[in-house]
């Protein structure tokens, strides 16, 4: 299958395009390569996905609409997964033009390409923070989501009414996916795991917001990977062929215990600052994956222990410690 993937040197497009790859489909990445953080994490990424023959990258931003539409026109593309977002909560409190930019102008080009393509299918993705604080567990996708913490959230919610609305008008197969604080080896500078590795390593303070008394459904990435690839091939046959999926671990863990576990693994303790909750972030995110698992057979297999061992392992060999 031909596939484009936007953000494909990002944590969960490069995992999932190395996925696809393996399984012998033919992708067609594309990414800005912004600095957002550390670039030779993503050039990294990319080097490992340019070893296979059937990966065909193409530097580009989704702003950059009539370059994208000539891309999956003459390549035949079908399928596209929308990843290419500007990510994290916190960086929207100062920057929300960036978000309005790529998550919204840049999301509205990829429904247009995929109108305009007749895209059997077109797959993005959403998030956990959608549902704001809303705090009946654990979290299912019928619950409201009008009142995001942060304007991140906030886009992201634009883009699964944006898609209803283009599936519904123009018959667009789409699918949004809400994944919940996705953790793994090649995962996000700016995430807690990366960040409390790195400075614990380095015998830095690390900023405990809500004294570490957050809860959150951490992922892992290999769950997070089965559950999109599990829809590739299902796309909604409703008469509006519109479906929104969480997919988590179906399960909470405090932020403080998550700790414990780095600093177990590391058998180091961490120096901590214990701060108030950020501004924009949630108390606590439990998903519900029933929906899901009824649609396409998904379970999460990674606990947090055997999730965070591994990406310790990796960080370990990476740096090279
Ligand atoms: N990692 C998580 O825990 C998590 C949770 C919920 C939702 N998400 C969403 O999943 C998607 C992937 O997240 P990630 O963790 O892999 O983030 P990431 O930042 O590692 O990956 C995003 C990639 O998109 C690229 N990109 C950003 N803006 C672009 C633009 N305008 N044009 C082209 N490329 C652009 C970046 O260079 C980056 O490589 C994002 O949409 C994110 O909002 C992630």
Sequence with gaps: MKILITGCAGFIGFHLSKTLLKKNHIIFGIDNMNQYYDINLKNNRLKILKKYKSFFFKRCDILEKNKINKFVKINKIKIIIHLAAQAGVRHSINKPKEYFKSNIEGFFNILEISKNNKINHLIFASTSSVYGDYNKFPLKENYN?????????????????????????????????????????????????????????????????????????????????????????????????????????????????????????????????????????????????????????????TNIKNGIKNFIKWYLKYYKF
């Design 145 to 301: 989501t009008d009142n995001p913490l942060s304007f991140y959230a906030a886009s992201k919610k634009t883009n699964e009414v944006m898609a209803y609305s283009y599936s519904n008008i123009y018959s667009l197969p789409s699918t949004a996916l809400r994944f919940f604080t996705v953790y793994g080896p090649y995962g996000r500078p700016d995430m807690a795991l990366f960040k409390f590795t790195k400075s614990i390593i380095n015998n830095e303070t690390i900023d405990l917001y809500n004294s570490g008394k957050h809860f959150r459904d951490f992922t892992y990435i290999d769950d997070i990977i089965k559950g999109i690839v599990s829809i590739i091939n299902k796309p909604s046959k409703d008469k509006v062929p519109f479906n929104i999926f969480n997919i988590g671990n179906g399960s909470s863990s405090k932020l403080s215990i998550y700790l414990k576990n780095i600093e177990t693994f590391l058998n180091k303790k961490a120096i901590i600052n214990k701060l108030p909750l950020q501004l924009g972030d949630v108390i606590k995110t439990h998903a519900d994956i029933n929906k899901l698992n009824k649609y396409s057979g998904y379970k999460s297999k």
